[in-house]
């Protein structure tokens, strides 16, 4: 009763206590997350630049006049650089199926992919993929949360930060077993009549959703159910109209996890070469200012001696042991060269090519697709893992419209058949659109169909066809009426493509 009591001042209803047996679930989850933490937040703060560095007085005073925490940050660059070349273009079915119309152009014809790209843009997803992808490679994990959005009748995918989730995996380390996400919230609802501030507990299991909530979230606070405005009970079914389960509908995206429940930052092997720039960096300020000019010295003069150093200024004393010389300006080269090298071991770890992260001259031809040989290769192995996830949350979204809504128009499901999906990318390489077509052409000539080559090419297959269809019939029509005109001749560059 006494445990109670506070809660009960707060406005707050604890309509009953979880079980005995889940309450130290509740806690391990809860912990896991708050765990896990610290490890996010310090990629977090080294992409964002915020970097332990130590400054002496002095260079706190220039470099920090922003307020600003100072770094020479290349973390952010090297993430970028990487996440800008993972682009999702689009989603193809196994249930697309080549046609043929009457002038005996070839299309393909997949009414799932076209819904799945409906439900993209209508998701904003080509702005959410950024956050996920980014997340992912900073933070080493990202989470994607569908849930159906009844009154557009669509799904609805929501980009979720990992500090707020853990995820529970069988020792395969592929099978998800539930998924906990803990957040804190001013929900209304039975036990929170007024929207005080709580914190609140989901676990995800395939075929429920157990919903907790306490005043503190720590490790030792009191938790107990949760039940949110139209529930229909406690826990929350997620079954479909056969009593099937619909499955966890959270979606983790990995980054290189070699068989472990989380993933692993890129800039783990980027951050000793970070804080080592950054000394760098201070060392350098340290010399420009104290060597990186000549310094005039001068012994055995008195306070009264003309020693002030102005333009046309001659130094002068009456000291018969006044001596004067000159230190010549160090030499910064060791300097610059160790910085230079630092930044290339950074880019080697990182495989970053060196011209992207430190900019000047691009290379060219067969020199730019050597520079860029690994990047190249780095984005195409996670085209593959990210790729399997996306698809993933999009067959997801078919299983909530097939239980809550109805299919998509023109798709018709066996139920003995399994459906896939299949993920497009933005090609990763640097190429010019000369060098593209050429490369298209050859592959024409190999028997490569004009479907894939558009769409490797970031064209939409179906509607080029269309498009092409449309084409032949207007310019058909312009030669007729040329024709009817008593034209001898039509103009081969407008008709004849």
């Not at 077993?177 to 995800?204: C, E, F, M, S």
């Amino acid at each position: 009763m006494a445990l109670l009591d506070p809660i009960r001042k707060l406005g707050l209803r604890m309509n009953g206590l979880t079980p005995a047996a889940n309450h130290d679930l509740i806690r391990q989850l809860a912990a896991a997350i708050d765990g896990n933490r610290d490890d996010y937040r310090r990629y977090q703060n080294y992409y964002d630049g915020d970097h332990e560095t130590r400054l002496t007085d002095r260079a706190k005073k220039y470099l920090e006049a922003s307020g600003l925490r100072w770094s020479e940050n290349f973390c952010e660059t090297i993430i970028d650089v990487y996440a800008e070349r993972l682009s999702v273009t689009g989603f193809t079915s196994s249930l697309a199926e080549d046609t043929e119309d009457d002038t005996g152009a070839k299309t393909t014809a997949d009414p799932l992919g076209e819904a799945f790209a409906d439900w993209w843009q209508r998701n904003r997803m080509d702005a959410i993929q950024t956050d996920v992808h980014t997340s992912c490679l900073v933070k080493r994990d990202a989470y994607l949360i569908a849930e159906w959005d009844a009154q557009h009748a669509r799904p609805r995918y929501v980009f979720n930060r990992p500090e707020m989730i853990h995820p529970v995996y069988a020792d395969d380390g592929q099978t998800l077993l539930r998924l906990a996400k803990k957040w804190h919230a001013t929900t209304v609802g039975p036990q929170n009549p007024d929207g005080r501030t709580i914190v609140r507990l989901n676990v995800y299991y395939p075929d429920r959703v157990e919903k907790y909530f306490s005043l503190s979230g720590d490790s030792e606070a009191l938790w107990a159910t949760w039940q949110d405005e139209g529930d229909v009970g406690w826990p929350v079914p997620w079954i479909d109209g056969a009593d099937v389960p619909l499955g966890i509908p959270v979606f983790h995206f990995r980054n290189k996890p070699l068989g472990h429940a989380l993933g692993r930052s890129e800039l783990r092997n980027v951050i000793p070469g970070q804080d080592a720039l950054n000394k760098l960096i201070l060392d350098l300020n340290a010399f420009c200012d104290n060597v990186a000019v000549p310094q005039d010295w001068a012994t055995g003069v008195t306070s009264d001696s003309n020693t002030f150093t102005r333009a046309h200024d001659i130094w002068s004393a009456q000291d018969k042991d006044a001596r004067f010389g000159r230190l010549e300006a160090g030499d910064g080269a060791a300097l610059l060269q160790a910085i230079e090298q630092t930044l290339s071991r950074m880019a080697r770890r990182s495989r970053t090519p060196l011209h992207l992260l430190t900019g000047g001259d691009m290379p060219s031809g067969e020199s730019l697709k050597a520079a860029e040989a690994g990047l190249v290769a780095k984005v195409e192995s996670a085209q593959v893992w990210l790729g399997n996830v996306w698809e993933d949350a999009m067959l997801f979204g078919l299983r909530l419209a097939q239980t809550f809504g109805e299919l998509p128009k023109g798709v018709s499901l066996d139920p003995s058949a399994e459906v896939l999906a299949f993920s497009q990318w933005k090609d990763p390489e640097s190429r010019n659109d000369k060098e593209q077509w050429e490369v298209a052409a050859l592959q024409h000539d190999a028997g490569v169909s004009r479907y894939t080559i558009l769409a490797e090419r970031g064209y939409d297959p179906a509607e080029e066809a269309i498009r092409r269809s449309t084409e032949t019939v207007q310019a058909q029509e312009a030669l007729e009426t040329f024709m009817a005109n008593g034209e001898a001749t039509a103009p081969t560059d407008r008709f004849q493509r």
